[in-house]
Structures are given as structure tokens and as C-alpha cells.
């Protein structure tokens, strides 16, 4: 079963040491096709700008396939980080993956259940 | 007047090498002084700019050093301000001019926010040239009660 919807968890320190394999995993779900990626932050403690930085391009290159991607569960910290650098503007940011869920099912005809990945 | 510098204090000084993953190490160390007086957010700014001090000392100041030279780390908490001191032993830059001469970058670039991080957080941001060829970075936040 191929879903278009990837929900990607990373987890603990989300800094310069985490974000090859983060970048890695969501270049891998646009490889497999993946149109609607969510990096469920709810497991991440803390962000610095390297952290934001992977996310950043992340985005980019999502949106450069024809995709979009979102975060969710951001806690008050990444918040924090997000509005320091009006990224807050630049994201879709939803309350949970959830949220994030029920805008798909309303959206998506094709709704398949997401794949999760841990980071 | 009483300014908040003649108020009680509390210090706490730690040393950590020139690698990244002593991150999560440092942030514990900035966690553990008793900090329940400081509005949280305020502190978790603190906490951001500490990381980004940090790892723009690793990543820049001492790119080209080996693992094992020290970065210290000070922090003091005052009545109304906490002061962040990082010493690093890299060549040096002017903060100043860079911090001019860098507008926010391009919303989608992947790097360059660290010290523009640093300096929206802080009242009081200055890296300067110090003892034993070494470079500081200060930073000082104030808080009202």
C-alpha cells in the first residue's frame, strides 16, 4: 500500500548532529512519492537554527517536487525559534498530527492511512 | 536607584570540547541552576541563544581547532538579568559589522540565523577580543519581575 501521506516523528535534540538523517528521511518519502509530509515535532525537546535550518530545506525541496510539507506538536521552545525567525510565517503549523489528518481526509479524495517513520 | 548588579547572584562556570554533540550536555548544565524566578520565556530565549553561541563557537571559531580545545561557558543570574559569557580560542571577527552587514536571510535559506538569533534575544551582545588570546562572546537579557 503506498499512501501519499508521510508522517515523519523526529525525537530528542533536533540539531546539527540530527539533521542528515532527517534530510534524509523526507528526500527518501518524495523519492516514493510522498506529496503531504508532516515532521510531528511532539518528540523533539529542543531546536536550534541548524535544526530549522534542515527543516528549511527540507521545505524547499518538497515544494520544488510539487509537495507540501507541514509541522505539528511544536512545543514552547521550537515556538520560540519559529517566531524569532518569522518561520512562523513561512510554515503550515498544526496543533497535532491529527489535525494535520483531518485536513487530508477533508482534502485528499484518495485518503490513504500516513506512514510513519521514526527519526 | 538599585541596579540590578548590587542584587544576590548566583554563578555557574563549565568546559566542554569543540564538538557539537556536547550540545544536550551544555543545555543540562544551563537547566540545573536554580532558575524558578526568571519567567520561562525569557529563559527558554536564553536557552536558544546559549545553543547558538555554542555551536557558532564549534562550527566557526574553532572550525579549523582540534576537538579537545576548550570552550567555557559562564552563566550568572541576577535579580533581573542573566549574563552569558562563552570564551572560544578562534581567530575573531567584528560582530558589529557583521551583524550589519547581514540582513535576515532570505526566508528560505537553510543557514546564517545564529547571531541574529543572539541579538534578538539579547539587551546586551558584544564579542570581543580578551586575555589569553581568547574571544567572548556576552550576552545580557533583562527581565522585570
Keep these: 500500500m503506498h499512501s501519499n501521506i508521510k508522517v515523519i516523528q523526529p ?9 542528515h538523517e ?23 525537546t529542543f531546536m536550534d537554527s541548524s535544526g530549522l535550518g534542515a527543516l528549511v ?42 489535525a494535520f489528518l483531518d485536513q487530508c481526509r477533508r482534502t485528499e479524495s484518495d ?9 | 536607584m538599585v541596579s540590578w548588579h548590587t542584587k544576590r547572584s548566583q554563578t555557574i562556570r563549565t568546559q ?13 548544565w ?24 555554542f555551536t557558532n563557537a564549534v562550527r566557526h571559531a574553532h572550525h579549523n ?6 570552550i567555557e561557558i559562564e552563566l550568572t543570574l541576577y535579580d533581573q538579568a542573566i549574563e552569558l559569557r562563552i570564551w572560544d580560542y578562534g581567530a575573531g571577527f567584528d560582530l558589529e559589522k557583521s551583524l550589519q552587514a547581514l540582513p535576515w536571510p532570505n526566508e528560505l535559506e537553510a543557514g546564517g540565523r545564529g547571531l541574529k538569533i543572539i541579538a534578538q534575544t539579547a539587551d546586551v551582545f558584544h564579542y570581543i577580543p ?14 522585570g519581575r
Design chain 2, 130 to 143: 580578551v586575555e589569553q588570546q581568547r574571544n567572548c562572546l556576552l550576552m545580557i537579557k533583562t527581565y
Design chain 1, 111 to 119: 485518503f490513504e492511512e500516513p506512514v510513519y517513520s521514526h527519526v
Design chain 2, 65 to 70: 581547532l582540534p576537538v579537545e580545545t576548550p
Design chain 1, 57 to 98: 530545506t527540507a521545505l524547499k525541496a518538497v515544494r520544488a517536487a510539487g509537495g507540501q510539507l507541514c509541522v505539528c506538536s511544536i512545543n514552547e521552545q521550537v515556538k520560540i525559534l519559529f517566531e524569532l525567525t518569522s518561520m512562523d510565517r513561512v510554515f503550515d503549523i498544526f496543533p497535532d498530527c491529527e
Design chain 1, 22 to 44: 532527517l534530510r534524509r528521511c523526507i528526500t527518501e518519502a518524495v523519492e516514493h512519492g510522498a506529496t503531504l509530509i508532516l515532521v510531528d515535532l511532539k518528540q523533539v
Design chain 1, 11 to 19: 525525537s530528542g535534540i533536533l540539531d546539527s548532529t540530527q539533521t
Design chain 2, 30 to 53: 544551563f537547566n540545573q541552576i536554580d532558575h524558578a524566578a526568571v519567567p520561562r520565556f525569557i529563559w527558554l530565549q536564553c536557552e536558544l541563544a546559549l545553543a547558538e553561541g
Design chain 2, 16 to 28: 566542554v570540547n569543540t564538538d557539537l554533540s556536547q550540545l544536550a550536555q551544555v543545555l543540562a
